[in-house]
């Protein structure tokens, strides 16, 4: 906002992030209404787990710390990514049970190099070149370990490996009928929107069932993006300063503010681009409702994702 014509242009970064013509102020207002939903889906996960007093930070505190965290050392940053490559083994292996298309290309999970940690995401992805040269990658910021309990792990993994970033490039990507800007690019609100996606289908394929951490990470995760729609527009339309966008963001998620901070400083130079997640999601699950009550008994699962 403090660029001349900061206003309209900020309208269009949020347009085209989205691809859709909602306003600012729109969006505001259904991350707020996000926030709510999913705050009050996650109350009696944490009060199951004997959680029911203080705050939901303090709460999320407590489950995130001691047997809940890998070693912030080379050996415990070693094992959290076994446990990640675990992880996508086991969803990769069934992914038949929900798409007709997998692709085989082979997927490696890696830290972020230390020495670009500082400015990088918490997590991100990286298709197979497309001569098959180079495995697809998902990375990990691992600077500090406490960024990552245990039980958020799954998550990031469904959203960045499978079924999220590396089935839905990949799938692009062998795609000869597709022109190659489509097949190597894509849109925020299409390709994050999958991912997010992806963690609601990898909760009801079961691999919470037997989790209820696990499951927490999962809404948590959802409320995150839920959370990035109110801060977005809060900085760029509402003037929130950076501080206020950081507390905000952390006394809704629990997330820790080293990682907090990481991600308010990527709202300000990307302006827009966070509110892709949540809105692609809602629109991809609608998209899947409106043809389940369309076609009733003939409507397929497997079919509406190769669509």
């Not at 970064?13 to 999913?38: C, F, I, K, R, Y």
């Not at 997590?123 to 990552?148: E, F, H, M, V």
């Amino acid at each position: 906002w403090r660029l001349p014509h900061g206003e309209e242009l900020y309208a269009l970064g949020l347009n085209a992030s989205t691809t859709t013509t909602m306003s600012p102020d729109e969006v505001h207002e259904l991350g707020l209404q996000q926030v709510a939903e999913l705050t009050a889906q996650i109350e009696p996960v944490l009060a199951a787990q004997g959680l029911t007093k203080g705050s939901l930070v303090e709460r999320f505190q407590a489950l995130s710390q001691g047997e809940h965290l890998f070693a912030n050392t080379d050996e415990g940053r070693t094992a959290l990514l076994a446990f990640t490559n675990e992880k996508t083994s086991e969803i990769r292996a069934r992914l038949p049970e929900t798409f007709s298309t997998v692709p085989t290309a082979p997927v490696e999970i890696r830290r972020v190099p230390p020495s670009i940690q500082d400015g990088a995401p918490n997590g991100y992805a990286q298709r197979p070149s497309l001569d098959g040269k180079r495995p697809g990658a998902y990375y990990i910021n691992l600077k500090d370990t406490a960024d990552w309990p245990k039980w958020s792990l799954k998550t990031l993994t469904y959203h960045e490996a499978f079924p999220g970033h590396q089935l839905q490039g990949q799938i692009a990507q062998l795609n000869a009928s597709l022109p190659i800007y489509r097949r190597v690019g894509g849109n925020s609100a299409y390709n994050e929107g999958w991912a997010l996606y992806a963690e609601l289908l990898a909760d009801e394929m079961g691999f919470y069932s037997n989790d209820p951490l696990g499951r927490l990470g999962y809404l948590q995760s959802f409320l995150f993006r839920a959370v990035r729609l109110v801060v977005d527009t809060g900085i760029h339309a509402r003037r929130w300063s950076r501080e206020k966008a950081t507390d905000y963001l952390i006394s809704n998620t629990g997330r820790p503010r080293g990682a907090a901070q990481r991600e308010i400083d990527r709202y300000c130079v990307r302006p827009g681009q966070a509110c892709a997640y949540k809105i692609g999601q809602i629109r991809i699950s609608a998209l899947r409702d409106e043809a389940r009550k369309a076609m009733v008994a003939r409507f397929d699962l497997k079919g509406f994702h190769d669509v």
